[in-house]
Protein backbone atom coordinates (compact mmCIF):
# COMPACT_ATOMS: atom_id res chain seq x y z
CA UNK A 1 0.00 0.00 0.00
CA UNK A 2 3.21 2.71 0.35
CA UNK A 3 3.66 2.74 -3.16
CA UNK A 4 -0.35 3.57 -3.56
CA UNK A 5 -0.03 6.04 -1.03
CA UNK A 6 3.45 7.50 -2.23
CA UNK A 7 0.99 7.68 -6.04
CA UNK A 8 -1.47 9.63 -4.42
CA UNK A 9 0.99 12.30 -3.08
CA UNK A 10 2.77 12.31 -5.80
CA UNK A 11 -0.42 12.68 -8.02
CA UNK A 12 -1.61 16.05 -5.54
CA UNK A 13 1.30 17.61 -5.32
CA UNK A 14 1.47 17.23 -9.27
CA UNK A 15 -2.41 18.53 -9.90
CA UNK A 16 -1.56 21.49 -6.77
CA UNK A 17 1.69 22.43 -8.77
CA UNK A 18 -0.18 22.86 -11.84
CA UNK A 19 -3.50 24.63 -10.92
CA UNK A 20 -1.26 26.89 -9.09
CA UNK A 21 0.40 27.49 -12.22
CA UNK A 22 -2.38 28.51 -13.80
CA UNK A 23 -3.30 30.60 -10.91
CA UNK A 24 0.05 32.36 -10.62
CA UNK A 25 -0.36 32.83 -15.14
CA UNK A 26 -3.79 34.31 -14.11
CA UNK A 27 -2.98 37.03 -12.03
CA UNK A 28 0.12 37.89 -13.73
CA UNK A 29 -2.04 38.30 -16.84
CA UNK A 30 -4.43 40.44 -14.96
CA UNK A 31 -1.55 42.52 -13.63
CA UNK A 32 -0.52 42.89 -17.20
CA UNK A 33 -4.19 44.30 -18.31
CA UNK A 34 -4.40 46.74 -15.53
CA UNK A 35 -0.91 47.98 -15.67
CA UNK A 36 -1.02 48.50 -19.73
CA UNK A 37 -4.70 49.95 -19.14
CA UNK A 38 -2.72 52.53 -16.75
CA UNK A 39 -4.39 51.43 -13.91
CA UNK A 40 -0.69 51.35 -12.43
CA UNK A 41 -1.80 50.62 -8.67
CA UNK A 42 -4.58 48.92 -8.89
CA UNK A 43 -1.89 46.66 -10.72
CA UNK A 44 0.18 47.13 -7.82
CA UNK A 45 -2.25 46.38 -5.30
CA UNK A 46 -3.15 42.92 -7.14
CA UNK A 47 0.29 41.99 -7.63
CA UNK A 48 0.28 42.87 -3.85
CA UNK A 49 -2.22 40.43 -2.41
CA UNK A 50 -0.24 37.47 -4.22
CA UNK A 51 3.02 38.51 -3.10
CA UNK A 52 4.12 35.57 -0.71
CA UNK A 53 2.70 32.38 -2.96
CA UNK A 54 3.92 34.24 -6.50
CA UNK A 55 7.10 35.71 -5.20
CA UNK A 56 10.35 34.76 -6.48
CA UNK A 57 8.18 33.38 -9.84
CA UNK A 58 10.40 35.96 -12.11
CA UNK A 59 7.71 36.53 -14.34
CA UNK A 60 5.22 37.72 -11.52
CA UNK A 61 8.54 39.50 -9.57
CA UNK A 62 9.27 41.16 -12.88
CA UNK A 63 5.20 42.50 -13.41
CA UNK A 64 5.39 43.41 -9.86
CA UNK A 65 8.41 45.17 -9.90
CA UNK A 66 7.24 47.43 -12.66
CA UNK A 67 4.28 48.06 -11.39
CA UNK A 68 5.52 49.34 -7.60
CA UNK A 69 8.83 51.68 -9.58
CA UNK A 70 5.51 52.97 -11.44
CA UNK A 71 2.94 53.64 -8.77
CA UNK A 72 5.79 54.78 -6.57
CA UNK A 73 6.62 51.89 -4.37
CA UNK A 74 10.39 52.00 -5.71
CA UNK A 75 12.46 50.02 -3.03
CA UNK A 76 9.29 47.06 -3.20
CA UNK A 77 10.12 47.05 -6.79
CA UNK A 78 14.24 46.54 -6.40
CA UNK A 79 14.03 43.73 -3.89
CA UNK A 80 11.90 41.71 -6.54
CA UNK A 81 14.44 42.65 -9.50
CA UNK A 82 17.41 41.69 -7.06
CA UNK A 83 15.17 38.14 -6.23
CA UNK A 84 15.57 37.54 -10.33
CA UNK A 85 18.93 38.54 -10.96
CA UNK A 86 20.02 36.36 -7.99
CA UNK A 87 18.61 33.61 -9.98
CA UNK A 88 18.77 34.94 -13.00
CA UNK A 89 21.73 37.54 -13.63
CA UNK A 90 21.53 37.87 -17.33
CA UNK A 91 18.08 39.01 -16.98
CA UNK A 92 18.64 42.30 -18.97
CA UNK A 93 15.15 43.46 -18.83
CA UNK A 94 15.52 43.11 -15.08
CA UNK A 95 18.01 44.40 -14.99
CA UNK A 96 17.52 47.49 -17.02
CA UNK A 97 14.67 48.52 -14.54
CA UNK A 98 16.57 47.91 -11.58
CA UNK A 99 18.62 50.69 -13.24
CA UNK A 100 15.51 52.62 -13.95
CA UNK A 101 14.67 52.76 -10.10
CA UNK A 102 17.78 53.68 -9.05
CA UNK A 103 17.85 56.37 -10.95
CA UNK A 104 14.21 57.28 -9.62
CA UNK A 105 15.74 57.07 -6.30
CA UNK A 106 18.60 59.45 -7.31
CA UNK A 107 20.89 56.81 -6.58
CA UNK A 108 23.04 57.69 -9.80
CA UNK A 109 26.15 55.36 -9.26
CA UNK A 110 23.86 52.53 -8.96
CA UNK A 111 21.87 53.36 -11.80
CA UNK A 112 25.10 54.12 -13.93
CA UNK A 113 26.79 50.89 -13.00
CA UNK A 114 22.96 48.77 -14.13
CA UNK A 115 22.82 50.47 -17.25
CA UNK A 116 26.50 49.64 -18.54
CA UNK A 117 26.11 46.55 -17.42
CA UNK A 118 23.17 46.47 -20.19
CA UNK A 119 25.08 48.71 -23.02
CA UNK A 120 27.69 45.88 -22.35
CA UNK A 121 25.05 42.98 -23.55
CA UNK A 122 24.23 44.51 -26.77
CA UNK A 123 20.85 45.74 -26.48
CA UNK A 124 18.66 46.52 -29.48
CA UNK A 125 18.85 49.87 -30.86
CA UNK A 126 15.96 51.48 -28.96
CA UNK A 127 17.12 50.49 -25.68
CA UNK A 128 20.76 52.07 -26.35
CA UNK A 129 19.11 55.16 -27.29
CA UNK A 130 16.62 55.04 -24.02
CA UNK A 131 19.74 54.10 -22.00
CA UNK A 132 21.83 56.57 -23.82
CA UNK A 133 19.39 59.42 -22.23
CA UNK A 134 19.36 58.36 -19.21
CA UNK A 135 23.01 58.34 -19.18
CA UNK A 136 22.63 62.28 -20.21
CA UNK A 137 20.06 62.85 -17.70
CA UNK A 138 22.40 61.29 -14.80
CA UNK A 139 25.49 63.96 -15.94
CA UNK A 140 23.00 66.80 -15.70
CA UNK A 141 21.64 65.70 -12.35
CA UNK A 142 25.22 64.96 -11.00
CA UNK A 143 26.04 68.26 -11.54
CA UNK A 144 24.23 69.45 -8.79
CA UNK A 145 26.04 67.39 -6.00
CA UNK A 146 29.43 67.16 -7.22
CA UNK A 147 32.03 68.97 -9.29
CA UNK A 148 31.99 66.37 -12.58
CA UNK A 149 34.55 67.21 -15.77
CA UNK A 150 33.90 66.63 -19.43
CA UNK A 151 36.90 66.48 -22.30
CA UNK A 152 36.64 65.63 -25.83
CA UNK A 153 38.95 65.75 -28.98
CA UNK A 154 38.61 65.27 -32.35
CA UNK A 155 41.05 64.79 -35.36
CA UNK A 156 39.24 65.48 -39.12
CA UNK A 157 40.88 65.26 -42.83
CA UNK A 158 38.68 67.03 -45.83
CA UNK A 159 38.32 68.18 -49.30
CA UNK A 160 36.67 72.07 -49.24
CA UNK A 161 35.75 72.97 -52.94
CA UNK A 162 35.50 76.79 -51.93
CA UNK A 163 37.86 77.98 -48.96
CA UNK A 164 36.51 81.42 -49.01
CA UNK A 165 32.49 81.16 -49.77
CA UNK A 166 34.29 83.01 -53.22
CA UNK A 167 31.89 83.28 -56.15
CA UNK A 168 32.96 81.54 -59.01
CA UNK A 169 32.01 83.98 -61.89
CA UNK A 170 34.66 86.61 -61.81
CA UNK A 171 32.78 89.49 -63.93
CA UNK A 172 30.16 92.09 -61.77
CA UNK A 173 28.70 95.46 -62.32
CA UNK A 174 28.48 97.93 -59.70
CA UNK A 175 27.57 101.56 -59.53
CA UNK A 176 30.89 102.43 -61.38
CA UNK A 177 30.20 100.25 -64.54
CA UNK A 178 31.79 96.57 -64.51
CA UNK A 179 34.50 95.13 -62.68
CA UNK A 180 36.52 91.79 -62.43
CA UNK A 181 37.25 90.13 -59.32
CA UNK A 182 40.49 87.96 -59.40
CA UNK A 183 43.22 85.99 -57.03
CA UNK A 184 41.81 85.36 -53.46
CA UNK A 185 38.52 87.23 -54.12
CA UNK A 186 37.31 83.97 -55.98
CA UNK A 187 36.42 80.46 -55.36
CA UNK A 188 39.51 78.01 -54.64
CA UNK A 189 39.46 74.86 -53.55
CA UNK A 190 41.76 72.68 -51.57
CA UNK A 191 42.37 69.82 -48.95
CA UNK A 192 42.61 70.32 -45.01
CA UNK A 193 43.33 69.00 -41.55
CA UNK A 194 41.47 69.83 -38.92
CA UNK A 195 41.76 69.57 -35.10
CA UNK A 196 39.58 70.61 -32.12
CA UNK A 197 39.30 70.06 -28.08
CA UNK A 198 37.41 71.23 -25.35
CA UNK A 199 36.76 70.97 -21.83
CA UNK A 200 33.74 71.80 -19.63
CA UNK A 201 33.42 71.79 -16.16
CA UNK A 202 30.67 71.86 -13.65
CA UNK A 203 30.78 73.04 -10.14
CA UNK A 204 27.67 72.83 -7.50
CA UNK A 205 27.10 75.69 -5.76
CA UNK A 206 24.70 74.76 -3.98
CA UNK A 207 21.66 72.18 -4.80
CA UNK A 208 19.99 72.62 -8.12
CA UNK A 209 22.20 75.61 -9.08
CA UNK A 210 26.10 74.76 -10.56
CA UNK A 211 28.87 77.35 -11.49
CA UNK A 212 30.16 75.79 -15.50
CA UNK A 213 33.17 76.41 -17.82
CA UNK A 214 33.23 75.90 -20.79
CA UNK A 215 37.06 76.24 -23.01
CA UNK A 216 37.24 74.83 -26.76
CA UNK A 217 39.40 75.06 -29.29
CA UNK A 218 39.79 74.52 -32.98
CA UNK A 219 42.49 74.67 -36.29
CA UNK A 220 41.59 74.28 -39.61
CA UNK A 221 44.77 74.07 -41.94
CA UNK A 222 44.72 74.35 -45.44
CA UNK A 223 47.25 72.09 -48.01
CA UNK A 224 48.18 74.99 -50.24
CA UNK A 225 46.13 78.30 -49.59
CA UNK A 226 47.11 78.59 -45.75
CA UNK A 227 45.94 82.16 -45.73
CA UNK A 228 42.58 81.06 -45.24
CA UNK A 229 43.01 78.93 -42.60
CA UNK A 230 41.02 79.25 -39.48
CA UNK A 231 41.70 78.69 -35.83
CA UNK A 232 38.95 79.86 -32.90
CA UNK A 233 39.45 80.11 -28.69
CA UNK A 234 36.26 80.33 -27.32
CA UNK A 235 35.77 80.25 -23.63
CA UNK A 236 31.98 80.59 -21.94
CA UNK A 237 31.46 80.92 -18.39
CA UNK A 238 28.26 81.48 -16.49
CA UNK A 239 25.51 79.47 -14.14
CA UNK A 240 23.40 76.76 -14.62
CA UNK A 241 20.15 75.96 -12.46
CA UNK A 242 18.73 72.72 -13.13
CA UNK A 243 15.93 71.01 -12.22
CA UNK A 244 14.64 67.28 -12.57
CA UNK A 245 12.95 68.05 -16.28
CA UNK A 246 15.62 70.06 -17.59
CA UNK A 247 17.82 73.37 -17.03
CA UNK A 248 18.33 76.95 -17.56
CA UNK A 249 22.20 78.31 -18.09
CA UNK A 250 23.42 81.62 -18.55
CA UNK A 251 26.80 83.17 -19.34
CA UNK A 252 29.23 85.46 -20.59
CA UNK A 253 31.55 84.17 -23.73
CA UNK A 254 34.18 85.45 -25.47
CA UNK A 255 35.91 84.47 -28.68
CA UNK A 256 39.02 84.87 -30.41
CA UNK A 257 38.28 84.47 -34.68
CA UNK A 258 41.90 83.67 -36.51
CA UNK A 259 42.22 83.69 -40.56
CA UNK A 260 45.71 83.14 -41.95
CA UNK A 261 46.84 83.27 -38.47
CA UNK A 262 46.12 86.83 -37.70
CA UNK A 263 43.55 87.69 -35.31
CA UNK A 264 40.22 88.90 -37.56
CA UNK A 265 37.40 89.12 -35.43
CA UNK A 266 36.63 89.47 -31.51
CA UNK A 267 33.28 88.25 -30.18
CA UNK A 268 31.74 89.05 -26.77
CA UNK A 269 28.20 87.40 -25.53
CA UNK A 270 26.14 87.15 -23.16
CA UNK A 271 24.14 84.15 -24.07
CA UNK A 272 21.24 82.12 -22.48
CA UNK A 273 19.83 78.72 -22.61
CA UNK A 274 17.05 77.24 -21.96
CA UNK A 275 16.34 73.18 -21.67
CA UNK A 276 13.37 70.79 -21.38
CA UNK A 277 12.63 67.92 -21.30
CA UNK A 278 8.97 67.08 -21.07
CA UNK A 279 9.16 62.86 -21.34
CA UNK A 280 12.57 60.85 -21.79
CA UNK A 281 12.17 61.22 -26.09
CA UNK A 282 11.53 64.23 -26.12
CA UNK A 283 13.55 67.73 -25.35
CA UNK A 284 12.78 71.16 -25.82
CA UNK A 285 15.28 73.85 -25.99
CA UNK A 286 15.45 78.34 -26.22
CA UNK A 287 18.15 80.47 -26.24
CA UNK A 288 18.69 84.25 -26.53
CA UNK A 289 22.26 85.70 -27.50
CA UNK A 290 23.15 89.23 -27.18
CA UNK A 291 26.84 89.83 -28.75
CA UNK A 292 29.11 92.52 -29.75
CA UNK A 293 31.55 92.18 -32.64
CA UNK A 294 35.47 93.91 -33.01
CA UNK A 295 36.80 93.35 -36.23
CA UNK A 296 40.88 94.11 -35.74
CA UNK A 297 40.99 95.51 -39.64
CA UNK A 298 38.05 96.27 -41.20
CA UNK A 299 36.26 98.83 -37.91
CA UNK A 300 34.12 99.05 -39.97
CA UNK A 301 32.27 96.08 -40.04
CA UNK A 302 31.87 96.46 -36.28
CA UNK A 303 28.78 95.68 -34.86
CA UNK A 304 26.20 94.19 -32.10
CA UNK A 305 23.92 91.59 -32.70
CA UNK A 306 20.76 89.89 -30.83
CA UNK A 307 19.60 86.48 -31.84
CA UNK A 308 17.12 83.90 -30.54
CA UNK A 309 15.27 81.03 -30.80
CA UNK A 310 13.79 77.73 -30.19
CA UNK A 311 14.24 73.83 -30.80
CA UNK A 312 13.20 70.39 -30.69
CA UNK A 313 14.24 66.70 -30.54
CA UNK A 314 11.87 63.75 -30.39
CA UNK A 315 12.98 60.28 -30.24
CA UNK A 316 10.08 57.85 -32.11
CA UNK A 317 9.68 54.07 -31.60
CA UNK A 318 10.47 52.07 -34.19
CA UNK A 319 13.15 49.48 -36.13
CA UNK A 320 15.67 52.48 -36.92
CA UNK A 321 14.66 54.42 -33.94
CA UNK A 322 14.36 57.90 -35.59
CA UNK A 323 15.27 61.00 -33.87
CA UNK A 324 13.60 64.03 -35.42
CA UNK A 325 15.18 67.49 -34.52
CA UNK A 326 14.31 71.09 -35.58
CA UNK A 327 14.89 74.68 -34.80
CA UNK A 328 13.74 78.32 -35.51
CA UNK A 329 15.47 81.55 -35.12
CA UNK A 330 15.87 84.99 -35.77
CA UNK A 331 17.68 88.04 -35.38
CA UNK A 332 19.01 91.79 -36.08
CA UNK A 333 22.68 92.83 -36.54
CA UNK A 334 23.07 97.02 -36.60
CA UNK A 335 26.19 98.77 -36.91
CA UNK A 336 28.20 100.58 -33.98
CA UNK A 337 28.78 103.66 -36.18
CA UNK A 338 26.44 105.46 -37.73
CA UNK A 339 28.44 105.68 -41.05
CA UNK A 340 26.54 104.83 -44.40
CA UNK A 341 29.24 102.65 -45.09
CA UNK A 342 28.69 100.61 -41.75
CA UNK A 343 24.76 100.56 -41.82
CA UNK A 344 25.01 99.51 -45.53
CA UNK A 345 27.31 96.93 -45.22
CA UNK A 346 26.16 95.54 -41.69
CA UNK A 347 22.32 96.21 -40.70
CA UNK A 348 19.84 93.40 -41.56
CA UNK A 349 17.65 91.09 -40.20
CA UNK A 350 18.07 87.46 -39.65
CA UNK A 351 15.80 84.21 -40.06
CA UNK A 352 16.10 80.89 -40.38
CA UNK A 353 15.37 77.56 -39.85
CA UNK A 354 16.85 73.92 -39.67
CA UNK A 355 15.49 70.17 -39.92
CA UNK A 356 17.27 66.68 -39.64
CA UNK A 357 16.48 63.31 -38.56
CA UNK A 358 18.71 60.55 -37.50
CA UNK A 359 18.27 56.66 -38.33
CA UNK A 360 19.87 54.35 -35.88
CA UNK A 361 21.17 51.51 -38.87
CA UNK A 362 22.76 49.31 -36.11
CA UNK A 363 23.63 50.27 -32.06
CA UNK A 364 26.90 51.07 -33.73
CA UNK A 365 25.98 52.85 -36.58
CA UNK A 366 23.84 55.77 -37.54
CA UNK A 367 22.99 58.11 -40.16
CA UNK A 368 21.92 61.96 -40.37
CA UNK A 369 20.74 64.08 -42.60
CA UNK A 370 20.43 68.05 -41.97
CA UNK A 371 18.93 71.14 -43.73
CA UNK A 372 19.42 74.69 -43.14
CA UNK A 373 18.02 77.56 -44.22
CA UNK A 374 18.75 81.30 -43.58
CA UNK A 375 18.08 84.37 -44.77
CA UNK A 376 19.03 87.94 -44.48
CA UNK A 377 17.14 91.43 -45.51
CA UNK A 378 19.86 94.43 -45.64
CA UNK A 379 17.76 97.56 -44.53
CA UNK A 380 20.03 99.94 -46.31
CA UNK A 381 21.13 100.42 -50.10
CA UNK A 382 24.58 98.62 -50.70
CA UNK A 383 27.21 102.33 -51.51
CA UNK A 384 28.69 99.95 -54.46
CA UNK A 385 25.24 98.32 -55.71
CA UNK A 386 22.65 100.88 -54.77
CA UNK A 387 19.92 98.36 -53.79
CA UNK A 388 19.11 96.95 -50.72
CA UNK A 389 21.08 93.61 -50.66
CA UNK A 390 19.59 89.97 -50.09
CA UNK A 391 21.37 86.70 -49.23
CA UNK A 392 19.64 83.27 -49.10
CA UNK A 393 22.07 80.74 -47.23
CA UNK A 394 20.98 76.76 -48.16
CA UNK A 395 23.19 73.96 -46.50
CA UNK A 396 22.38 70.12 -46.95
CA UNK A 397 24.17 67.95 -44.77
CA UNK A 398 24.69 63.85 -44.64
CA UNK A 399 26.40 62.17 -42.12
CA UNK A 400 27.43 58.63 -41.01
CA UNK A 401 28.63 58.01 -37.62
CA UNK A 402 30.23 54.72 -36.07
CA UNK A 403 30.63 54.00 -32.48
CA UNK A 404 32.84 51.01 -31.77
CA UNK A 405 31.89 52.33 -28.24
CA UNK A 406 30.49 55.44 -26.18
CA UNK A 407 33.69 57.37 -26.20
CA UNK A 408 34.66 56.73 -29.42
CA UNK A 409 33.24 57.85 -32.77
CA UNK A 410 34.51 57.68 -36.62
CA UNK A 411 32.68 60.37 -38.67
CA UNK A 412 32.01 60.83 -42.71
CA UNK A 413 30.23 63.58 -43.51
CA UNK A 414 29.07 65.29 -47.33
CA UNK A 415 28.14 68.81 -47.13
CA UNK A 416 27.21 71.12 -49.76
CA UNK A 417 26.23 74.84 -49.27
CA UNK A 418 24.49 77.19 -51.58
CA UNK A 419 24.79 80.95 -50.96
CA UNK A 420 22.14 82.76 -52.91
CA UNK A 421 22.03 86.51 -53.37
CA UNK A 422 20.58 89.68 -55.63
CA UNK A 423 24.07 91.17 -55.92
CA UNK A 424 26.70 88.82 -57.63
CA UNK A 425 29.50 89.18 -55.87
CA UNK A 426 27.76 87.33 -52.82
CA UNK A 427 26.40 84.29 -54.90
CA UNK A 428 28.86 80.95 -54.03
CA UNK A 429 28.60 76.98 -54.44
CA UNK A 430 30.41 74.97 -51.45
CA UNK A 431 31.04 71.42 -51.28
CA UNK A 432 32.76 69.53 -48.67
CA UNK A 433 33.76 66.19 -47.71
CA UNK A 434 35.14 65.22 -44.13
CA UNK A 435 36.43 61.99 -42.47
CA UNK A 436 37.03 62.93 -38.34
CA UNK A 437 37.48 60.43 -35.23
CA UNK A 438 36.68 61.67 -32.14
CA UNK A 439 37.24 60.73 -28.69
CA UNK A 440 34.81 61.89 -25.87
CA UNK A 441 35.53 61.23 -21.70
Not at 131 to 145: C, K, S
Not at 217 to 233: A, C, K, L, P, V
Not at 366 to 383: C, G, I, M
Not at 415 to 437: C, D, F, L, P
Request: net charge neutral; aromatic share 12%.
Amino acid sequence: MRWLRLCFITTYLLIFNISSAFAEADVINKIIKLYHAGQINDAYKLAEKHLLEAGNNPAFDYHYAIAAIDSGHISQGLFALKRILALHPDDQSARLELARGYFLLKQYDRARQEFIKVLDSNPPAEVKVNINQFMDAIRLRETGRKTTTGLYMELGLGYDSNVSSAPSAAGYTDRFGIGTLQGASLSMDDNYSSFATGVTIHHPLKPGVALFGDVNISQRSHEDISEFNIGIFDIQSGLIFSGDQGYFRIGMEWQNYEIGHDRYREMIAMNGELSWQPAVQTRLTGFLQLAGMKFLTQKHLNSRRQMGGAGFQHVFAGGLQPVVFGSLYGGAERARDNLALAESAIDRDIYGLSIGNQLTISPQLSLDFTVWLQKSRYLEDNSFFLIKRKDEYRNYSLGITYRPSRQWAIRSNLGYTEGRSNIEIYKYYRAQVEMSIRYEY
